[in-house]
């Protein structure tokens, strides 16, 4: 019978059921009026809103911080002088150290004296030790002297007197070969280095100062 209706085109039969779902489906939700408070399920998204919000200002937070320690990594693996720039490396050929009983050669870039003694070589940090004047060597006496308040030291910068607390600082020396292979370098207390025979090159490391000793 049913069917016959619908063959004939009667209209079909709807369960009251059918019939609320249909309508709840074309019904457009509520809107909430202005200072109304929120639903339950209004205040539910907006606290996933918020979460999320915290989320992003987390992660965006990480994110800066580890760009950060990435630079501060980046700034001290990387040397930040160059070479032949006061704080880098100087590299002076051998043949320019000086005679054995001629005075120090100046570097003025570099800020330090080459020394030649019996021991071996020396680079001496040019600013002296009392209150950081730069001091001179002086030929006719032999002798380094300050002319801010009179400190005087040896040709290696051992203080000879005057109000400076210690021997003149040094730097570090490396002396190479002339395929630049290391054959001596300062020791950890500074001494002068041996020069090999077959050392082309001196290398002053003006990044690395030794501290002169105290004395008295
Ligand atoms: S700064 Fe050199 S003696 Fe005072």
């Not at 720039?85 to 590299?91: D, Q, S, V």
Request: charged content about 20%; overall charge positive; some cysteine.
């Amino acid at each position: 019978m049913a069917v016959d209706d619908q063959v004939l085109g009667k209209p079909k039969r709807v369960s009251a059921k059918a019939a609320r779902a249909a309508q709840a489906a074309v019904t457009p939700p509520p809107v909430a009026a202005p200072g109304a408070t929120p639903s339950a399920e209004e205040a539910a998204q907006q606290e996933i809103t918020r979460r999320e919000f915290l989320n992003y200002a987390w992660l965006a937070s990480l994110g800066i911080f580890l760009a950060q320690m990435g630079a501060v990594a980046y700034h001290f693996t990387f040397p930040r002088f160059k070479a032949g720039e006061f704080g880098g490396t100087f590299n002076v050929a051998a043949k320019e150290l000086p005679e054995l009983a001629a005075g120090p050669a100046a570097y003025n870039q570099g800020k330090f004296w080459l020394v030649h003694t019996d021991q071996g070589v020396l680079a001496i940090y040019k600013v002296c030790t009392h209150l950081g004047c730069l001091y001179d060597w002086k030929p006719t006496e032999g002798l380094f002297i300050c002319p801010c308040h009179g400190s005087t030291f040896e040709k290696s910068g051992k203080y000879v007197r005057g109000p400076a607390p210690r021997n003149l600082d040094r730097f570090v020396v490396q002396l190479k070969d002339a395929s630049g292979a290391t054959l001596a370098q300062t020791d950890p207390s500074g001494g002068p280095v041996a020069l090999p025979s077959n050392a082309e090159i001196i290398a002053v490391d003006t990044g690395k100062l030794i501290q002169g000793a105290r004395h008295g």
